[in-house]
Nanobody, 123 residues
Framework: QMQLVESGGGLVQAGGSLRLSCAASGRRISSWTMGWFRQAPGKEREFVAAISWSGGSTYYADSVKGRFTISRDNYKNMVWLQMNSLKPEDTAVYYC????????????????WGQGTQVTVSS
């Protein structure tokens, strides 16, 4: 089993930045694709970003491309999501997940999920 714990969420003004962290325990993340998803109230969960096991490939939703950056450190068993130029529409609960890499944008391919961290962007 792998446990994922997100942190770093909070309230920020539009245009500001936040850095989300995801700490893994129980298993090494080194062989897993890691992703970030988010869910806003009344909306379905959506893909935000993903990074391959080696860190060599990254994937982003069009809505965050150029503003968010995903990174990982397999030795530290950590994943991060740097979020810049935040917009009110980025407000959501953000989830870290570990998956098999087959369909990085599909939440159904992820086996482990964190409990989420709230990000609120005020206008």
């Amino acid at each position: 089993q792998m446990q994922l714990v997100e942190s770093g969420g909070g309230l920020v003004q539009a245009g500001g930045s936040l850095r989300l962290s995801c700490a893994a325990s129980g298993r090494r993340i080194s062989s897993w694709t890691m992703g970030w998803f988010r869910q806003a109230p009344g909306k379905e969960r959506e893909f935000v970003a993903a990074i391959s096991w080696s860190g060599g490939s990254t994937y982003y939703a069009d809505s965050v491309k150029g503003r968010f950056t995903i990174s990982r450190d397999n030795y530290k068993n950590m994943v991060w999501l740097q979020m810049n130029s935040l917009k009110p529409e980025d407000t959501a609960v953000y989830y870290c997940a570990a998956g098999n890499g087959l369909g990085v944008r599909d939440g159904g391919t992820y086996d482990y999920w964190g409990q989420g961290t709230q990000v609120t962007v005020s206008s």
